[in-house]
């Protein structure tokens, strides 16, 4: 096989809490060598040169939470799609949620899904297997190492995987050995607040009132007592898209993130809008969680920069315009986000709330860290050349022209960021250039070091 060879010279590379000025060869899939501004760059042979100069390098951004609705939901999104659109938005990798169509929650299922990763995906890709009330022998057959974890919807869902059964929660945490990332929003809770509502205001409940229905309480509630059920059972458990001040108290930062058991993620929809939002963008932002108050979004903020939380996510989740419509009972939950969220989260570095090598270690490093991903995340010599040239000063306005969602609509439509993606390498490959994704390049699966 012939040796392909790419130098990325000049870049202001942000990695491990470190920007400095250097050079990265890369050498088929990975990287070759590191040098630094003062090194002598000597390359003999064939050799493609990027001239990076006034740009900035940074390892690819991993999602742990996305939904690209295939198998069964593709007329909203699906792998090739929105695989496209992450590497657009500097995604390298990303790890897709099980409610889908029929629902990832057999081995067969799930070996479907890697399959179909396989034969669309651009970018490199993991999925979750689900728990349900019965499927524990599934679970159990799972191999760690060729499976990012097990989804738990865990006191709510919005489709048909919620468990709720006790015995099989109680057996879940104390027998599965690897991650279970958990949904937490007490059910019962959410039920009473609806019927509340509906008492006061009718059928025809204001997008307003989302987060007084799927309250603080609610997320809470279950939080707690996920992580009551992980302490008892010692089970490594990571709480997805937390949305509140008080889950705060749950998490701590204590040790480093390898040696943690119960982590947090947060995404960036709870950290850039709050509840004043909805009056202008009404069911644009309607999530589950909910987006909160502004009081909670800076307790987000702050636990980002505390390591109290430990990663930030996008929750990717699109559906079709017409199925945002309506009241708060009728319209869709979730929203795309995956190409705008390295723009997004870098917005908010300028603007002071995060630094820069905060976003890259939330967004990049930690992913890598906290689900053990074999060779990924960083930029390291031997590892995977998944990088990412971003211009910080090249700023676009979001519009329908440049949305690659299948949905065809985002939340960010007229914002403008000041930083763009410029070029992203999977695998060493160069899958995205300037606006232009090469549609031969395809990512691989993950493996994780257990």
Known sequence: M?????????????????????????????????????????????CAEV????????????????????????HKGDIYTESKAAVAGGVTTYMDMPNTKPPAVTLELLEDKFSLGAEKSFANYSFFMGASNDNLGELRKLDARSVCG?????????????????????????????????????????????????????????IQYHPLIRSAEACYKSSSKAVELASKYDARLHILHLSTAKEMSLFDNNKPLREKRITAEVCVHHLWFSDKDYARYGNKIKWNPAIKTAADREALISAVNSNKIDIVATDHAPHLWQEKEGS???????????????????????????????????????????FRIDRRGYIREGYYADLVLVDMNKPYTVSKDNILYKCGWSPFEGATFDASVQTTWVN???????????????????????
Do not use: W
């Open 2 to 46: 012939s040796i392909s060879r790419t130098l990325i010279s000049n870049a202001t590379i942000i990695n491990e809490n470190r920007t400095f000025t250097g050079s990265v060869l890369l050498e088929n899939e990975l990287i070759k060598t590191i040098y630094e501004s003062a090194d002598s760059v000597d390359i003999q042979g064939d």
């Open 51 to 74: 001239d990076a100069t006034g740009l900035c390098l940074i390892p690819g951004v991993i999602d742990d939470q996305v939904h690209f609705r295939e198998p069964g939901l593709t």
């Open 150 to 206: 097990v989804k738990l919807f865990m006191g709510s869902s919005t489709g048909n995987m919620l468990v709720d059964n006790e015995d099989t929660l109680s057996a879940l945490f104390a027998e599965i050995p690897f991650l279970i990332a958990a949904h937490c929003e007490d059910e019962q809770t959410i039920q009473n607040n609806i019927a509340y509502y509906r008492a006061k205001l009718g059928d025809d409940i204001p």
């Open 328 to 370: 708060v009972l009728q319209a869709a939950s979730g929203g795309p986000l995956i190409q705008h969220s390295l723009s997004a989260m870098l917005q908010l570095a300028k603007e002071g709330y995060f630094t820069f090598e905060k976003v890259i270690e939330k967004m990049c490093h930690a992913p890598a860290d906290l």
């Open 428 to 450: 060493g490959q160069k899958v995205f250039d300037n606006g232009i994704v090469d549609e031969n390049v395809r990512g691989k699966r993950l493996t994780f070091d257990v």
